[in-house]
C-alpha cells in the first residue's frame, strides 16, 4: 500500500512502526533496518511501513536531479512488498517540508497525521530545518510523546557477509561501470527497472530482433551498453538480451533500454515489464555496417544465454 501526504493513515496502517529515510536502492544495510523495524512491529503487534521522501532531498535542494535514482517510487515499493512491509508513506520533500522545524516534524507529521507507535532509524538520521532533528532529540520526543524510537547503529555484516562496502554511493558507481554483478551482491538483489513498453523506430524487427523498448528514469547512469536480463511482469518470465544507450550506429539519439525477449512471440506495447540486470557483455559501438551489428547481435544474444544459464545453476 502506498500513502502519499496522508492527513490519516488508513486503517490497515493505522499506528504504525516506521523505519524513516530514503533507503535508495534498499540495499543489504537498508535491508537490515527494515528487518528490525519488522521484529518491533511483530512486537507490539503493529503494521509496518517505510516512511520515505519524494522527490529525493539532494535533488530537491540542488534545484535539478544530480542523484541518479536506484529506485524512484514504484521500484522502491515493488522491493518493499517483496520483504513483506505493509505500506510505504511518502512525503512531499519541498519548500514547506524542507522549513519544516524538527518540533514540528514530531508533532505535526509522526504524531498527529501518522500516529505512530514506534520509529526505527539509522545512526546518522537528521530532520527538520537545517538537520537540528537528532537520534538523540527523537528518542527523547518519542518517550514524551508516547512512540518509541530504535535507532539502529552502523550494521557491519548480514547473512552475505560483510557489509562495510555498502551504500548507495557503492552501488550507483557499479551501475556506472556496468558491473551489475557487484551491483546486484551490494544490494542483495538484481538491479532493475521498471518501465512501459513504448514504440520505437522498429529497427530491431528490420534486423530480425524486435525489442521492446523502455526509456528509463532521466536520472539513470546505468552505463550504456550490453546485458543479459530477465524481463517479468504480466505473466511474463523471460530471459534476454538488452541494449541501453543512443545506438550510435544508427541516429545517437537519447538514451533508450531496447530488450529482445528470448522465446517470446506477441505484443508487448502497454505493458509495464521488470528487466532485471544480471551480467554485463560489452559497451555499446558504432559499427560500420548493419551486417556487422546484426554479427555481433547474434553472438551478444548466444553469450547473453549463457549468462542467464549461469545465473540460472548458481540460484
Not at 519544516?100 to 514530531?106: K, P
Request: hydrophobic share 45%; with cysteine.
Amino acid at each position: 500500500m502506498i500513502v502519499a501526504d496522508p492527513e490519516r493513515l488508513p486503517a490497515a496502517l493505522a499506528k504504525p512502526v516506521v523505519a524513516i529515510g530514503n533507503f535508495d536502492g534498499v540495499h543489504r544495510g537498508h535491508q537490515a533496518v527494515i528487518a528490525r523495524a519488522q521484529e518491533l512491529a511483530r512486537r507490539l503487534g503493529r503494521p509496518c511501513a517505510l516512511l520515505t521522501f519524494e522527490p529525493h532531498p539532494a535533488n530537491y535542494f540542488a534545484g535539478a536531479p544530480v542523484i541518479f535514482r536506484l529506485t524512484p517510487e514504484d521500484a522502491k515499493a515493488l522491493v518493499l512488498s517483496r520483504l513483506g512491509l505493509d505500506g510505504m508513506i511518502v512525503l512531499s520533500f519541498g519548500q514547506a517540508l524542507a522549513e519544516l522545524d524538527r518540533e514540528a516534524f514530531v508533532g505535526e507529521i509522526l504524531v498527529q497525521r501518522l500516529g505512530i507507535s514506534a520509529a526505527v532509524i539509522g545512526y546518522d538520521f537528521h530532520f527538520g530545518r537545517q538537520r537540528l532533528g537528532t537520534p538523540a532529540y527523537l528518542r527523547d520526543e518519542g518517550a514524551r510523546c508516547g512512540f518509541e524510537v530504535e535507532m539502529i547503529e552502523k550494521i557491519r555484516g548480514d547473512a552475505e557477509g560483510d557489509l562495510s562496502a555498502v551504500s548507495s554511493t557503492a552501488v550507483r558507481r557499479a551501475l556506472e561501470d556496468g558491473d551489475v554483478a557487484l551491483g546486484a551482491k551490494l544490494l542483495g538483489h538484481p538491479y532493475f527497472v521498471l518501465g512501459t513498453v513504448i514504440h520505437g523506430q522498429k529497427l530491431g524487427r528490420t534486423l530480425g530482433f524486435p525489442t521492446a523498448n523502455l526509456k528509463l528514469d532521466p536520472t539513470s547512469r546505468l552505463r550504456h551498453g550490453i546485458y543479459a536480463v530477465r524481463v517479468r511482469g504480466e505473466g511474463l518470465d523471460h530471459g534476454g538480451v538488452a541494449s541501453f544507450g543512443r545506438r550510435p550506429t544508427f541516429d545517437n539519439g537519447a538514451p533508450l533500454l531496447e530488450v529482445v525477449l528470448f522465446d517470446f512471440e506477441g505484443d508487448l506495447y502497454g505493458r509495464t515489464l521488470e528487466v532485471d540486470f544480471v551480467a554485463w557483455i560489452r559497451g555499446e559501438e558504432k559499427f560500420d555496417s548493419v551486417d556487422a551489428l546484426v554479427v555481433r547481435m547474434n553472438q551478444d544474444a548466444r553469450e547473453a544465454r549463457t549468462a542467464l544459464n549461469k545465473d540460472r545453476k548458481r540460484d
